[in-house]
């Protein structure tokens, strides 16, 4: 009985530290997968349309556009602003006209890439 509940025991921490790596190994592989989605087709958007203004010692908003982790943190309301209707409040770029349906897109598919 007593070897048993050590046996049951032993599964118990295998199974777990093999989950955990698990786990790690997944998330590494997809922010991999994130960033390079955010050097070849968020980025490029981006510096084209807002990095003007949110970049640099004093950016706009005080939101910068410009690295992998501001914008990850910050896609959320990205989306809402450049989802707005041109020239309403809040609307993004501001001043310049409604990104394209792919640019959209790729911003969205972003948000729902998988990376923590
Ligand atoms: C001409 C300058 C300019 C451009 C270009 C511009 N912005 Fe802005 N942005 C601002 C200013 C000024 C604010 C602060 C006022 C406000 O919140 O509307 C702001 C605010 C924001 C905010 C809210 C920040 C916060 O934390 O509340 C987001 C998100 C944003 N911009 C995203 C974008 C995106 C995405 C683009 C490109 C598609 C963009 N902006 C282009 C000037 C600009």
Redesign the pocket.
């Known amino acids: 009985m007593y070897r048993d509940r050590k046996f049951i025991l032993f599964i118990f921490i295998i199974s777990f530290f093999g989950c955990a790596h698990n786990v790690a190994e997944d998330s590494e592989q997809n922010c991999a997968e994130t960033e390079s989605f955010y050097v070849e087709t968020i980025a490029p ?2 510096s084209q ?6 970049s640099g010692e004093s ?5 910068r ?1 410009d690295s992998f982790t501001s914008v990850r943190n ?1 896609i959320e ?2 989306l ?3 989802n707005r209707d041109q020239g309403s ?8 006209s409604k ?1 394209t349906e792919d ?1 959209m897109t790729s ?1 969205q598919v972003f948000f729902e890439m998988d990376c923590e």
């Open positions: 958007i981006l349309n807002c990095v003007g203004c949110h950016p706009s908003g005080d939101l556009l910050s309301s990205t809402d602003r450049v409040a809040g609307f993004m770029p501001q001043g310049g990104l640019q911003l």
